[in-house]
């Protein structure tokens, strides 16, 4: 405490560090390195050191609330988003905590740079919401998402198709179809036409709405008048 009212942070810092390698308990050596943490961020400004020592207390406690907040926090370090997204990936998985995971990839999907990075990490927390929290229908609904952003994402398609077929919910399905179909037709015509033959399978055979799959077969021959 001296040296925190003195402000002689580098000697506190040596102080923290050695009571750190004599610690009795795991719980006291987390705790005296997320200290460092925040002493290496607040008044060193070294968020790269700050993440370091926040590592090492998770490791001996991953479940310290102080620092796994703390690591919340430098996610909006852009700089280090990818270093502390992965640590955090880590730390959730430990703790078995599936909203937090599944909740740091849509933060990923937010920042991706490319429309790849997108579609890997929507694919991704697809996987934990379906197979880490149980939720089929939000796992769909974000490929949905995805593959009206993208049309031309086959993966996604395909995987919304195996999902559809779990939840039963090909109404919803359909209709991010014929979203996507409406953006690729003129755009990018023969995406449009392997949507719209997809989208009539759809209809005929899952929703029984021949009307609909006559509509999009009709989009069909349009985006590839030879067949």
């Not at 993440?51 to 998770?58: I, K, P």
Request: aromatic content about 6%.
């Amino acid at each position: 405490r001296l040296y925190e009212k003195t402000e002689n942070y580098d000697s506190l810092g040596d102080i923290l560090e050695r009571r750190a390698s004599v610690a009795k308990s795991e719980y006291e050596q987390a705790d005296l390195y997320y200290r460092m943490a925040l002493l290496q961020r607040a008044h060193f400004g070294d968020p790269s050191r700050s993440l370091l020592s926040l590592r090492r207390a998770l490791e001996y406690s991953p479940s310290h609330e102080g620092s796994v907040r703390e690591l919340e926090s430098l996610l909006e370090d852009q700089d280090l988003f990818e270093e502390v997204s992965e640590t955090l990936n880590q730390v959730y998985r430990t703790l078995n905590d599936t909203t937090k995971l599944a909740k740091l990839y849509e933060k990923r999907i937010g920042l991706a740079g490319s429309p790849e990075e997108r579609a890997e990490a929507r694919r991704t927390l697809a996987r934990v919401l379906e197979d880490e929290v149980g939720d089929v229908l939000a796992a769909q609904r974000i490929l949905q998402h995805g593959f009206v952003e993208e049309p031309g994402d086959v993966a996604a398609l395909d995987e919304l198709e195996r999902l559809a077929t779990i939840s039963g919910e090909w109404a919803e399905a359909a209709s991010a179809l014929e979203q996507a179909l409406n953006k690729a037709v003129g755009a990018e015509p023969a995406t449009g036409r392997d949507i719209a033959l997809r989208l009539a399978s759809w209809r005929h055979e899952r929703l029984h709405d021949d009307v609909g799959a006559e509509r999009a077969l009709g989009v069909a021959l349009e985006c590839s008048p030879d067949n």
